[in-house]
């Protein structure tokens, strides 16, 4: 039986100049997503956003189109927490590990890579130099919702604890931003920005979990493709931040690989 899919990704023949301008014709020629969904309830989102993607035989292709009358980005230094603030969200699920990419206005990056811990056992693929849990950066995380009590330790996942790597640094990654507006000065009303980012395939060995590099035509990847929007109200932040996908999760919770949407590649 046919996987159901949320998107289709279209294979392109060129290669992307990454500069942020999603209105080039080769983003004209893909499938743009609905608007994106809030989160937790599937109903409309706060602001306008969709996203699209491309590929090639070379590299994974994601596209933004953000409306955002005020357009913010204080963080600038790379793998500062961007989303205290606003931005836009790429997780890849790899089965026993998954990637997190944040991308703010100011096209300040923030990437983690996650491993199951109960995939990372001694001798496994895992188990390298550029994932050891005894340096600095790499810490246990139990994902994002109702850690109190009976879940303090492990969160409420049924896979329990992560490892969490805050340096890794996704090879080859470009990410280029465009705002339609002035970042940063509120005197004036914006229209929004707009985020391209390429991910060369060869990048995602370990996030292939078997499957063919480039993808041939038909295979799924489980992608979350989001928005988080920093909201003021009566000089006091809404906590939590309103929270958009391509797919509703149904609860307050990023770090859920089986929620996140199915993506079809083909040619």
Not at 126 to 134: A, C, L, M, N, Y
């Amino acid at each position: 039986m046919k996987t159901l899919v949320d998107y289709t990704a279209r294979k392109i023949a060129e290669s992307i100049n990454v500069d942020g301008d999603v209105r080039k014709d080769i983003w004209k020629s893909a499938q743009w997503s609905k608007r994106l969904v809030d989160m937790v309830t599937g109903d409309t989102g706060m602001y306008n956003t969709q996203t699209a993607v491309l590929w090639n035989d070379t590299h994974l292709y994601i596209a933004f189109i953000a409306e955002e009358p005020l357009v913010e980005a204080y963080q600038t230094e790379r793998d500062s927490i961007v989303f205290l603030e606003n931005d836009l969200e790429v997780f890849i699920d790899g089965g026993d590990c998954y990637y997190e990419l944040e991308v703010n206005a100011a096209n300040t990056v923030y990437e983690v890579f996650f491993i199951w811990k109960d995939a990372y056992t001694q001798g496994s693929k895992f188990d390298i130099p550029e994932f050891d849990v005894h340096q600095s950066q790499a810490y246990t995380f139990g994902g994002d919702y109702d850690r109190s009590g009976a879940s303090f330790w492990k969160g409420t996942h049924p896979r329990g604890v992560r490892w969490a790597f805050t340096n890794f640094d996704m090879p080859g990654l470009q990410t280029a931003v465009q705002v339609d507006g002035t970042l940063n000065d509120n005197r004036d009303i914006d229209k929004g920005w707009s985020l391209e980012i390429a991910i060369p395939w060869s990048s995602l060995q370990l996030l292939a979990n078997g499957r063919s590099l480039p993808p041939v035509n038909g295979d799924v990847w489980t992608l979350f493709l989001g928005r988080f929007q920093k909201l003021m109200v009566g000089g006091k932040e809404v906590q939590p931040h309103p929270a958009m996908a391509l797919t509703p999760h149904g609860i307050y919770d990023t770090h859920l690989p089986e929620k996140w949407s199915r993506i079809e590649f083909v040619e």
